[in-house]
């Protein structure tokens, strides 16, 4: 097929029949088709973070953001990414940019409020919280 949707398709089944590996594959044939296709790129980013696959779902969701500055939901996962990878300034600018894109700004504070703690430990917390008023006095 020279179809791009058809692999996403394909790629959609295959991930909601938890065949993570094969669905993969499918949304990077999407890509081989066309190398613009968001959705293509954003759920090959969604199946490479649910294998743990951190450094390619990186790559996934940049390359997400890349093709559209608005895309929410990858600026979320590469926030949680980043939080992964104890990168904790690049993790809040990222869920700063998705709660910004947002139409729906208390859907996503109770996001981010959930997530970070209940990801965080408390010294990476302190961290995390400290940043926060850091990059608060600077905007102010």
């Known amino acids: ?30 890509l081989g088709l ?7 790129s954003f759920l090959l980013g969604v199946v490479q973070y649910e294998q ?19 895309h929410v939901m990858a600026f979320y996962y590469l926030s949680l990414i980043n939080t992964k990878l104890q990168k904790y300034k690049e993790a809040l600018l990222k869920i700063i ?3 910004n894109l947002s139409e729906d ?3 996503w504070e109770k996001i981010i409020k959930k997530h970070y703690l209940q990801t ?10 400290s940043l926060i008023v850091k990059l608060q006095r600077v905007a102010d």
């Open 1 to 30: 097929p020279y179809d791009p949707e058809i692999y996403v398709n394909w790629g959609v089944a295959l991930a909601r029949l938890n065949q993570k590996n094969k669905a993969e594959i499918q949304f990077k044939k999407a």
């Open 120 to 129: 965080l430990e408390t010294p990476q917390l302190d961290q995390f919280v």
């Open 105 to 107: 700004e208390e859907k």
């Open 34 to 40: 066309s190398l613009t296709h968001i959705n293509a």
């Open 97 to 99: 940019n998705a709660y």
């Open 52 to 70: 743990n696959k951190i450094h390619e779902a990186l790559a996934s969701f940049n390359y997400t953001v890349k093709l559209d500055s608005k």
